[in-house]
């Protein structure tokens, strides 16, 4: 079946302790990307990857770090998690560009205290 | 990007078509129309897509008007299942992003 996988789906963690929440889809998908869901601001894009160690910056980067050694994993990593990153993240993925049908993962919720 | 505007909530009952506007009058030539739908908090979901022609799937109906400044997703035949968020996006097929505004809640009443 084709598929967006994402763990952890939900994760309290504390102020400061590095994560990772990682992401793999099984469809040799290109381009891949992170979103993160705020109530009242919607869906905003962290980052994404065209190819393989091709990353670059969506519209909220801050805070965040990624990477694309394979074509199937594309991890999210939160080097020093702070309350202002608690939110539901969705990592994607598709064929081509934003352009092309997007398949989302089930999503992970964080809460960072 | 051009800009989307939907109106917040609609409601439909079970069985009847539901109809979803969105205005975009500031469409560019290359710019398409997507349509997405959020469940609860799933991740959203691909619906259709479409330039100028009407398009058809097994999901839905996409409705274009002939200056492209609106358009319309048809649900034939609405379900309780089809209770979402349901998002309008016009983007060219390069973009890097999916822009999400707030959608329209559209609720199916049994």
């Known amino acids: 079946e084709a598929q967006v996988t994402q763990n952890p789906r939900y994760l309290i963690t504390v102020t400061g302790k590095k994560l990772t929440v990682t992401c793999s889809q099984n469809?040799?998908?290109?381009?891949m990307s992170w979103y993160r869901q705020d109530p009242g601001l919607g869906l905003r894009q962290i980052y994404y990857?065209?190819?393989?160690?091709?990353?670059d910056k969506g519209d909220v980067p801050e805070g965040y770090k990624v990477s694309r050694k394979e074509k199937r994993n594309f991890p999210l990593i939160l080097e020093s998690p702070s309350p202002n990153q608690t939110s539901l993240y969705f990592c994607a993925s598709s064929l081509g560009p934003a352009g092309y049908e997007q398949y989302f993962g089930p999503g992970t919720r964080l809460t960072v205290t | 990007d051009a800009k989307t505007t939907q109106p917040p909530s609609m409601d439909c009952a079970e069985g009847r078509a539901a109809n979803l506007p969105c205005n975009h009058s500031?469409?560019?030539?290359?710019?398409?129309v997507y349509w997405y739908r959020q469940i609860h908090s799933q991740g959203p979901q691909y619906i259709i897509h479409g330039l100028k022609n009407n398009e058809t799937n097994e999901m839905a109906s996409l409705i274009i008007t002939e200056d492209r400044k609106s358009s319309t997703l048809i649900l034939p035949h609405a379900t309780l299942r089809d209770t979402a968020v349901y998002y309008c996006i016009v983007r060219t097929p390069q973009a890097q992003k999916l822009v999400f505004g707030q959608g329209t809640r559209l609720t199916i009443n049994p």
């Open positions: 500031t469409i560019s030539g290359n710019e398409y």
């Open positions: 469809m040799n998908h290109e381009y």
């Open positions: 990857s065209m190819n393989v160690e091709v990353t």
